[in-house]
């Protein structure tokens, strides 16, 4: 949840454009995460050419922006864009059932 709440207030805000490294994910991982946003219907206008996308021209719409506000616990806890790696991990951690240890 925090990769998608993160991404969305990003694309919100504007402070910056995320990308796979702000979360640790590979570009491949990103990029599916990107088009699954969009086809739960968070975001659009998400500018695609050839096999390269762009998050600059993408907006919220208005289902995202109740996910924002539904999820303002995340506020008081979030970080500058250099933590937010940090940030995602606790909760891979919290969710995880120890699968990639074996």
Not at 7 to 21: G, H, Q, V, W, Y
Not at 59 to 70: C, G
């Amino acid at each position: 949840m925090r990769v998608g709440y993160s991404i969305l207030r990003e694309i919100n805000e504007k402070d910056f454009t995320p990308c796979a490294s702000d979360y640790g994910l590979t570009q491949t991982e990103f990029e599916n995460f990107i088009l699954f946003l969009e086809h739960k219907g968070y975001i659009e206008r998400v500018l695609r050419v050839s096999d390269r996308f762009s998050l600059h021209p993408a907006r919220l719409t208005e289902k995202a922006i109740k996910l924002l506000e539904d999820n303002k616990q995340y506020i008081d806890t979030y970080p500058e864009r250099n933590g937010l790696k940090a940030w995602v991990q606790v909760e891979k951690e919290l969710y995880s059932n120890g699968a990639e240890e074996e």
